[in-house]
């Protein structure tokens, strides 16, 4: 059913049936959709894209930290600048910034050339994402109407991520990976065509751009996770120098950016909003179960297509059981919210994701799908489920009207950021146990290998892929990868235990429509 079916369908006679609304809801959902199904339509092609471009298996985490760093770091300012320039101008060009990206990242000939379309698609990203939610306030009055416009938006943007997956799938089997880049061109170019015809202009509000906190910021966290990636390089290393150079300069640009969000009269993030113990107990929380679901998508992904053998496709719906499960267990948080307080599902919640992270450590070559990945998983997403609608509401409860949107990008932010550092800390982990393995399994190789396989791994220095040798080192760096996981779980729960004090009447009914789940 079309987006604009929808909105005319739910609306009571004599409201919402203007034709023109319909489109212009279409149009803004649209982009939302295109923009979050691009964090995990990707994930079913990375075994496809590590071949095509030969990636190793520590570089290919880029493909999704140089999107998810760019979007997150930027995605406040991207706010500010639709709020000065116009938020239709501004939409616009993230649209259009945004399709050519994916453009070039279908054409991408080399590993460089991918991960430069990747970091401009997340800019692209940052800039229209934002703008498209406050567009719906511009274009639906307040009321019921905007309300059923919410309403589609936020089932639009909830359902991203399984819709990727599968659309990943389908792509990757009967196409190939450059599809999954290639299919934003037209539909981009598509609302770029639409939206000057039926997406109302905002006015202007004067201010300024806080490009020093963006930079920083984005900056320094690009820097950290270059360092514990470089780390898990086997010809680096702690101890090497470039290692080391990148958390020192990374901790610098952080530095700089908390001193110039304190100094800044109108900063991208106000750090009063962090004053909360609530807030800042939700926000731990957000980063630290961010971290550990990248995890999942990325090395479950890997898992499920070399190890188990998987099609493109069939990882795809292998993977929407955990995206049925978190819709699920948000439904049951919000229904009974009101009635016992955000406490209860935030370490129950905690409890469930710990368990589900901690069976993925028991991963070995032999694991079924069914005890292997899918027990674990909809354990891992129901558990996430319960937690996302009390972060949510704890990220706005008690901020003034004018801030809403700048604590919903915050806990917005701090997802994407928290799974791109989390996925850089899983893969140094994830390196170093496939790096003794590997060892261990040297010797067995080297006595019963083809001689096209001798011939493979001398010329790439890696098991072939599909080997016994290849998955059993894969199978056991992943189960290792995960006890960090298990660790950011811990923190989670002892953050839901100890620092959240929240009840039922300090959050507000619902959280602000467009807060990604």
């Not at 079916?5 to 919402?16: E, I, N, T």
């Not at 964090?39 to 998810?68: C, E, G, M, R």
Request: glycine letters at 10%; one cysteine or more; a positive charge.
């Amino acid at each position: 059913m079309a987006i604009s079916d929808m909105l005319s369908k739910s609306a009571p006679p004599g409201a919402g049936r203007d034709q023109r609304k319909g489109i212009t809801l279409t149009v803004i959902a649209a982009t939302q959709l295109m923009v979050v199904l691009d964090a995990t339509i990707v994930n079913i092609a990375l075994p496809h894209i590590q071949d095509a471009l030969k990636f190793s298996t520590t570089n290919l985490s880029w493909v999704i930290n140089a999107y998810t760093l760019t979007f997150g770091g930027l995605l406040l300012l991207g706010g500010r600048a639709g709020d000065i320039l116009g938020r239709r101008r501004v939409f616009v060009v993230g649209v259009l910034l945004f399709g050519l990206a994916s453009l070039l990242g279908g054409f991408a000939q080399n590993g460089g050339m991918l991960l430069a379309a990747r970091a401009l698609q997340g800019i692209g990203g940052a800039i229209c994402s934002p703008t498209a939610f406050a567009l719906i306030a511009t274009n639906f009055k307040e009321g019921p109407e905007r309300n059923r416009a919410f309403g589609v938006f936020s089932a639009v943007a909830g359902s991203g991520a399984a819709i990727g997956l599968l659309a990943g799938g389908v792509l990757t089997e009967y196409m190939n990976w450059r599809w999954v880049f290639f299919v934003n061109v037209p539909i981009a170019a598509l609302i770029a065509i639409a939206a000057p015809r039926y997406i109302n202009e905002s006015e202007r509000h004067p201010g300024t751009f806080d490009l020093p906190g963006a930079l920083t910021s984005t900056l320094g966290l690009v820097s950290l996770v270059y360092g514990f990636i470089h780390a898990a390089d086997p010809a680096a290393g702690w101890g090497n120098g470039v290692t080391i150079a990148s958390f020192a300069v990374g901790a610098a640009l952080l530095v700089a950016f908390v001193v110039i969000e304190q100094r800044t009269a109108q900063p991208i993030t106000p750090l009063r909003l962090l004053r909360s113990r609530n807030r800042a107990g939700g926000l731990i929380m957000m980063l630290c179960l961010a971290a550990a679901m990248f995890g999942i998508f990325f090395y479950v992904t890997l898992f499920v297509q070399r190890v188990l053998g998987y099609s493109a496709l069939k990882a795809g719906f292998a993977f929407l059981p955990i995206s049925v499960a978190i819709i699920i267990a948000a439904q049951l948080a919000s229904a009974f919210q009101a009635k016992l307080g955000p406490k209860p599902f935030l370490v129950t919640g905690s409890v469930l994701v710990t368990v589900g992270l901690s069976w993925l450590t028991r991963t070995d070559v032999d694991s079924s799908y069914t005890l292997g990945v899918l027990g674990p998983t909809v354990t891992f997403g129901f558990g996430m489920g319960l937690i996302f609608v009390p972060v949510m509401l704890m990220a706005v409860s008690g901020v003034p009207a004018h801030e809403t949107g700048a604590a919903s990008g915050l806990l917005n932010s701090v997802q994407q950021i928290g799974g791109s550092v989390g996925l850089s800390i899983l893969t140094t982990v994830f390196a170093k146990a496939a790096a003794s393995e590997g060892a261990r399994q040297q010797p067995d190789f080297l006595a019963h290998a083809a001689p096209a396989d001798l011939q493979y791994a001398q010329q790439h220095q890696a098991f072939p892929p599909g080997t016994t040798w290849a998955n059993e080192v894969l199978a056991y760096a992943v189960s290792h990868a995960f006890v960090v996981g298990v660790a950011f779980a811990a923190v989670a729960l002892l953050s839901a235990l100890f620092v959240v004090k929240a009840k039922a009447s300090d959050l507000p009914a619902e959280a602000p429509a467009g807060m990604a789940i």
